[in-house]
């Protein structure tokens, strides 16, 4: 039933970006972007979908999936994330005590150490980043995906943009569904919109799904399709595609234009 309430589904259709637009960003930034990464901007210079849901007459924004486009995918620092007068440095702040363990790798650093880029400003409720974790000259290898909270601390999503991108479409865009991997879990009231709207991987002991089973063009008919049949998984813990099933991935997406694509008009 609630399925019904879904109104308003928008996306923002963007042209891919100019191969120069890649090689620019890279020289700037001394930093080589993954493969995955230039192919989905080649694609589609970001990413923009959103949705609401009507209750009792009234519309109410509740989805939001961003994806900076390659301009503004900019380096975090200090001033963009803590700029209070007097503050402590980022610096100051990491807890050394909170390195990494056999069963956590090691956090994105503030300093030199690390490189880190904005790819979702997450409505203001953290940040998704791009993170290089061997400093710079960046290697395309060494990029990971993070989610950084409100508290600045970091929490490891995935090691590759694409596995990345399937999470942030099996999530729907919920609000703050990224806390569903921190330790501390999302809040009660967006619990109750997990609840209401049940994302594929709201359960994130259920993430592994069959690479097979992705659906490469974004319909967002079928984003909010209801489904009878329960997903048996095939293993415990977020989903980490091989290195291989991604390429073949973005191989065919790229013979396969997504709908939120703009055909090449040459």
Request: one cysteine or more; a neutral charge.
């Amino acid at each position: 039933m609630a399925l019904e309430c879904v109104t308003d589904v928008t996306i923002i259709e963007k042209p891919p970006a100019e191969r120069h637009m890649i090689s620019s960003w890279e020289q700037k930034n001394n930093c080589t972007l993954p493969e995955d990464v230039k192919n989905f901007y080649l694609m589609t210079n970001g990413f923009h979908m959103t949705w609401s849901v009507k209750l009792d007459e009234h519309t109410i924004p509740l989805g939001s999936m961003v994806i900076n486009s390659i301009s503004k995918l900019t380096q975090l620092n200090q001033s963009s994330v803590y700029s209070l007068p007097n503050a402590p440095t980022l610096a100051d702040l990491e807890d050394d005590a909170l390195e990494a363990s056999e069963n956590q790798p090691e956090k994105p650093h503030f300093d030199s150490r690390s490189v880190i880029f904005e790819l979702d400003p997450c409505d203001g409720n953290g940040k998704v980043c791009l993170v290089y974790k061997r400093g710079k000259p960046a290697l395309a290898q060494d990029a990971e995906i993070w989610f950084l909270d409100r508290a600045l601390y970091w929490h490891f999503l995935t090691d590759t943009f694409t596995a990345y991108y399937r999470l942030l479409i099996t999530h729907l865009g919920l609000p703050q569904w990224q806390y569903a991997f921190t330790s501390y879990g999302i809040s009660p009231q967006a619990k109750q919109w997990f609840n209401m709207y049940k994302p594929i991987t709201y359960n994130t002991n259920l993430l592994a799904e069959e690479t097979n089973s992705f659906v490469n063009k974004l319909d967002p008919s079928k984003v909010f399709k209801s489904k009878n049949k329960t997903l048996s998984p095939k293993k415990k813990g977020p989903v980490q595609p091989a290195g291989g099933s991604d390429l073949l991935y973005l191989n065919r997406l790229k013979t396969k234009t997504p709908k939120y694509c703009l055909q090449d008009s040459s």
